[in-house]
């Protein structure tokens, strides 16, 4: 069943203000104060309000939602997923992705080398990249789980992208990854995309464990 334009012109706008930081976790969403900024009527605004809620991305704190965050354990159930279905459209990109797809991940490299010092557009270019390789996999059902995960992925408040040194690295690893899936080897590209993923955890990890001690002083 298709849904109504309104809906998900709300759904998505509201979305995407999370994705890209307008509202944080813990951050309280007024129903009016949406209406109006969005130029949306409050109908739409409370169906999509609903919907984010039951995919838990918003969390109820008395009679307000709030955008909900993740505790140590979810972020670690999360990045597990992820690892697993990342890994895996990686290796189906290495039998199905066509010549153009590989040579427009290439192109990505090439252009996202230019914002290294703009760690945010990094970010929003790493998620492209992530995403172009989703669709090169060419499975609908494995793109569908991805969008799932990668929507929860927007709880997090920060990008490991921008810890000094990662968008570098984040770069060279995304060479190998679209190397082993242009030359066909699927085991090749799994490892080396799980890996990526790991490695970015791991940051985050270490951006967390920073935060913290900081909180605490």
């Known amino acids: 069943m298709t849904e109504p334009k309104h809906l998900k012109d709300a759904y998505s706008l509201i979305l995407e203000a999370i994705d890209v930081g307008v509202y944080k976790p813990g951050d309280r969403l007024v129903e009016s104060e949406l209406a109006d900024r969005f130029g949306v009527s409050r109908t739409p605004i409370r169906e999509a309000l609903q919907r984010l809620e039951t995919q838990s991305l918003l969390t109820r704190d008395g009679r307000s939602l709030i955008v909900a965050s993740l505790d140590h354990n979810q972020l670690a159930e999360l990045y597990v997923v992820r690892s697993e279905l990342e890994g895996l459209a990686a290796r189906l990109a290495a039998r199905h992705a066509t010549d153009e797809e590989v040579r427009l991940l290439r192109s990505m490299i090439e252009e996202d080398a230019r914002l290294l010092n703009d ?53 060279e690893e995304h060479s190998a990854i679209v190397e082993a899936i242009a030359s066909g080897d699927g085991d090749t590209a799994y490892i080396a995309l799980k890996e990526h993923i790991s490695r970015a955890f791991e940051t985050r990890l270490r951006q967390d464990s920073i935060a913290a001690e900081r909180f605490s002083l």
């Open 119 to 171: 760690p945010q557009a990094l970010s929003r270019a790493n998620r492209r990249f992530h995403k172009q390789i989703h669709l090169a996999s060419h499975n609908r059902y494995l793109v569908q789980q991805l969008d799932l995960v990668h929507r929860s992925m927007a709880l997090l408040a920060s990008t490991s992208i921008s810890v000094a040194g990662r968008g570098e690295r984040t770069l």
